[in-house]
């Protein structure tokens, strides 16, 4: 084999782990507050980092929804497919699919909670915010 042709079998996974790595830096500096952290010594590293724990929390829950919104189209897409062939496509992938997205979509609204569970800082239930009552409430 020669080498452009192995080049060319590996290009797509270089392009995946540059693009993985473009996207680390990005996150990294949007955590950072778009500006260099310049610490003196170790210990302000660590009360830097101390001090990001929300946000990371917040990144992770935008990471999730994404995914969650991600899967549910894709559940969508398997249960088009499906219609147009059922032979190839079966309906149990879209139903899994959609199963991962719900699992997604609602994992963020958990993490206070469970939190509280295990950590025992007086867990609450969720709080539901944006209802309108409908009636004379």
Same mark, same amino acid.
């Given at each position: 084999m020669s080498e452009i042709t192995k080049?060319?079998?590996?290009?797509?996974? #270089?392009?995946?782990?540059? #693009? !993985? *790595? @473009? #996207? *680390?830096?990005?996150?990294?500096? @949007? =955590?950072?507050? !778009?500006? =260099?952290? =310049?610490?003196?010594?170790a210990g302000d590293i660590g009360a830097h980092l101390a001090t990001q724990g929300e946000n990371i929390g917040k990144a992770i829950s935008v990471l999730f929804y994404l995914g969650g919104m991600a899967a549910g189209g894709g559940a969508f897409m398997k249960l088009k497919a499906n219609r147009d062939n059922p032979q190839q496509h079966p309906l149990s992938h879209a139903v899994v699919l959609g199963l991962v997205a719900a699992g997604l979509l609602f994992l963020?609204?958990?993490f206070q909670t469970t939190g509280d569970t295990v950590y025992q800082t007086g867990a609450a239930k969720n709080q539901i915010q944006g209802t309108t009552s409908i009636g004379g409430g």
């Open positions: 080049w060319k079998r590996w290009q797509p996974v #270089g392009r995946v782990i540059a #693009g !993985g *790595a @473009l #996207g *680390a830096a990005v996150v990294g500096a @949007l =955590l950072a507050g !778009g500006s =260099l952290a =310049l610490a003196d010594t963020p609204e958990t």
